[in-house]
């Protein structure tokens, strides 16, 4: 079974635009969960969707939304970039019968200038 | 809240030594602890995971047992290797499966 993508992998943007990244969760996962990992804060959680519906929200502004597509890929997106959203984001998913073990791609490292 | 704390590193060691990586939690309810494995450039790979009190979670000569009187769950191995160099991740996951991450542990072997 091919395992979590996550596209792109490099990007960089400027203080104001916005960004989408997308993520392919394991075929047959239905929960995808997205993170932010810098190295003052470690891993964050982002939010989890399932079944197309948000179901666990971490605490970020507004500005970072997503959402999940019928086939279960998601995209996150971050409206407004600031200096402070350079960071490496990951992606993970999780089989319907054992929410607890989640798989994550390799990220997607943003660097915001 | 919940939370989780983990030794800081970077921790180097030598070949064929043993390792210990402290670990406790805070938490409401009973949570199910993991232990998770970055290496360089890659995303983060599942190591073990114990989901009740006095489990003991195992993989590739890893261990970690849940310790709920002390609120811990130490990530140890008896004789490293250099492919062990990485970074390990302690977590919880909590009711709604909300995963909480310590802030990672960096760990080189040299031979």
């Known amino acids: 079974k091919a395992g979590v993508t996550q596209t792109p992998r490099y990007l960089i943007k400027t203080r104001g635009q916005q960004v989408t990244l997308s993520c392919s969760p394991i075929?047959?996962?239905?929960?995808v969960s997205w993170y932010q990992q810098t190295p003052g804060q470690g891993l964050q959680f982002l939010f989890e969707?399932?079944?197309?519906?948000?179901?666990n929200k971490g605490n970020f502004p507004g500005r970072f939304s997503g959402r999940q597509f019928s086939n279960s890929r998601s995209e996150m997106n971050v409206s407004t970039l600031e200096l402070g959203d350079s960071a490496l984001y990951l992606c993970?998913?999780?089989?319907?019968?054992?929410?607890?073990?989640?798989?994550f791609g390799p990220g997607t490292r943003l660097l915001v200038l | 809240g919940n939370s989780v704390t983990q030794m800081e590193g970077p921790v180097t060691l030598s070949e064929e030594a043993f390792l210990t990586i402290n670990c406790t939690y805070t938490a409401t309810g009973y949570p199910s602890l993991f232990w998770y494995v970055q290496y360089p450039g890659e995303g983060l790979q599942l190591l073990l995971k114990a989901t009740k009190a006095d489990d003991k979670g195992s993989n590739k000569g890893f261990e970690a047992t849940y310790r709920k009187e002390t609120t811990s769950f130490h990530l140890e191995k008896g004789s490293v290797q250099v492919s062990d160099s990485a970074v390990y991740f302690c977590?919880?996951?909590?009711?709604?499966?909300?995963?909480?991450f310590g802030t990672g542990t960096s760990l080189t072997v040299i031979p």
């Open positions: 977590a919880l996951s909590s009711t709604g499966n909300q995963f909480y």
């Open positions: 969707y399932f079944s197309e519906t948000q179901r």
């Open positions: 075929s047959g996962h239905r929960s």
């Open positions: 993970a998913s999780s089989p319907t019968t054992s929410r607890e073990t989640q798989y």
